[in-house]
């Protein structure tokens, strides 16, 4: 402790210390660590602008914060406070200079922006959106959002609205304000159909993927082709054949959909467009907004498939998470059924990088063989009558009656008779897990186990190739395959298939 005494004692009998600067003039006592807001020194520049030709309305908003004690307080209280002070100012004093700031505030701005402000302001309040710094545009947003100008939440609507058409050519603004008035909707509870169609019509079409078995081919590809990041609308494939890429397009989603339901612990849809869950979240995300309604408490929905929660003045969002936008995943899909398409049709442009997996491309590969499976039908069950030739039929036909022999009919009967399968006996009831009526149930019994299908068929007033054909169709829903081979003119059952059809159908 001696040796810091004898320094201060060295250091006060130095003359020249004692004759400097440091010590000559000045008294020093005691001051308190805080002090109030008013005996806070103003910045310099205030100062300067004091002595200029400033509006007074303008130097008082600057003072503000001093005068009122909120100098301590958030930026968006601050600004809030400012906004509120100068809601009915107006200037004439147009700024030609720019001005570019994120999270523009009036503490942020020179008196010359601030008079080229609210003269811009002046003009649109009048109906006059001249073009303004993209820094105007936004400081206008953020007073409407908090309720600045306006008379009603109704009326802010409307200015943003304005705002939107106006100066929407900016992307910036575009991005930030339509999530903004979606906010300002559920903020202040204005009615669900005043929000942008293209955020209900998310949820819409992701409810039908995800409910994909309520809905028929033409809702669920409508739905594939708006969520695809992939464009099939200007597919040249598609264009070309729009019917079939349709079918597979849907018939693929469908399947897949299907294994995932059963071996995933998400559904396809969650996988692509992710699953609805509650959250945090935060209003007029990016703004500058001051909270200043209290705590509220109160349930906004928005559709079927939005929820928004104000609790204790926090929000929460029950909804799909994710970007909302079209899927990649889902892109690739499609693209890889345009790829695997043009291969199989040997279309003359075709598509390179297929990146589907295994188990994808199976799946679009037999929905594309049930496109040509069909169509063989079709065409195997076209019957082509030239009605020119049928008097020609007729008389041929009343030739051969006249030559007939009562005793050959009855030798050919009998002959028939011995060659003729035995009937099959047994229950016709049809299972429950068989799609198909008592005939068609009983022509496939006689196929599997060597019962007279012509019988069958006769008996039910139909073809044996009329039958074998609705069967197919019947069933392919639960074999995604033919299960009765027509091709070479017979009626075969396929081999692959035989086992599980006996283990239904019973002789």
């Not at 929407?168 to 929000?195: A, C």
Request: with cysteine; glycine share 8%; hydrophobic share 35%.
């Amino acid at each position: 402790m001696s040796d810091v005494n004898d320094i201060i004692t060295l250091v006060l009998d130095d003359e020249k210390l004692k004759n400097s600067s440091s010590f000559s003039g000045k008294v020093y006592g005691d001051e308190p660590i805080l002090r109030p807001a008013s005996a806070l020194s103003r910045p310099a520049v205030q100062q300067v602008q004091r002595k200029s030709n400033i509006p007074g309305k303008i130097m008082e908003m600057r003072d503000l914060p001093y005068r009122s004690g909120i100098y301590w307080q958030s930026r968006e209280r601050i600004f809030y406070e400012q906004a509120k002070f100068m809601e009915d100012y107006e200037d004439d004093c147009p700024y030609t200079g720019n001005f570019t700031m994120y999270y523009p505030t009036y503490g942020s701005m020179t008196s010359d922006q601030l008079r080229g402000y609210f003269t811009w302001r002046t003009a649109v309040r009048k109906g006059e959106f001249n073009d303004a710094p993209v820094s105007f545009i936004f400081l206008y947003i953020y007073e409407l959002l908090n309720g600045v100008g306006v008379g009603t939440p109704e009326e802010g609507f409307g200015k943003l609205k304005a705002v939107g058409e106006h100066y929407g050519g900016e992307p910036v603004v575009r991005s930030y304000l339509r999530r903004w008035i979606k906010d300002y909707v559920i903020y202040n509870k204005l009615p669900p159909e005043l929000l942008d169609d293209e955020d209900t019509e998310f949820d819409r079409l992701t409810a039908v993927m995800s409910e994909r078995e309520k809905y028929g081919d033409d809702e669920l590809f409508d739905a594939i082709m708006r969520l695809s990041a992939y464009n099939i609308g200007k597919s040249k494939f598609y264009s070309a054949f729009p019917e079939d890429y349709r079918t597979v397009a849907c018939g693929t989603y469908r399947r897949l959909a299907d294994h995932c339901d059963a071996h995933n612990k998400k559904t396809l849809s969650e996988k692509y467009f992710g699953c609805r869950v509650r959250t945090s979240y935060y209003m007029f995300r990016s703004a500058v907004f001051y909270e200043h309604s209290g705590r509220r408490s109160f349930v906004y929905d928005v559709g079927d498939y939005q929820r928004y929660e104000c609790v204790n003045g926090m929000w929460y969002a029950d909804m799909i998470q994710g970007s909302r936008k079209s899927s990649k995943e889902l892109g690739e899909l499609m693209r890889a059924v345009d790829h695997l398409m043009r291969e199989r049709y040997d279309f003359r442009h075709r598509l390179g990088g297929c990146r589907a997996t295994k188990l994808e491309t199976d799946i679009i590969e037999k929905q594309i063989d049930g496109i040509f499976e069909r169509r063989k039908r079709e065409e195997a069950a076209k019957i082509e009558i030239d009605v020119s030739k049928l008097n020609g039929i007729r008389q041929a036909a009343d030739i051969t009656r006249e030559k007939l022999i009562v005793e050959e009919e009855t030798d050919t009967a009998e002959e028939t008779a011995v060659t003729t399968p035995e009937p099959v006996t047994g229950d016709d009831t049809v299972p429950d897990e068989l799609p198909l009526d008592a005939a068609e149930y009983g022509f496939l019994r006689c196929l599997l186990h060597g019962g007279d299908i012509n019988a069958a068929a006769a008996k039910a007033g139909k073809l044996p190739s009329i039958i074998a054909d609705s069967i197919n169709e019947k069933l392919f829903d639960i074999f995604a395959d033919t299960v009765i081979d027509i091709s070479g003119g017979g009626f075969e059952i396929i081999e692959d298939y035989t086992d599980e059809l006996k283990g239904l159908i019973k002789e």
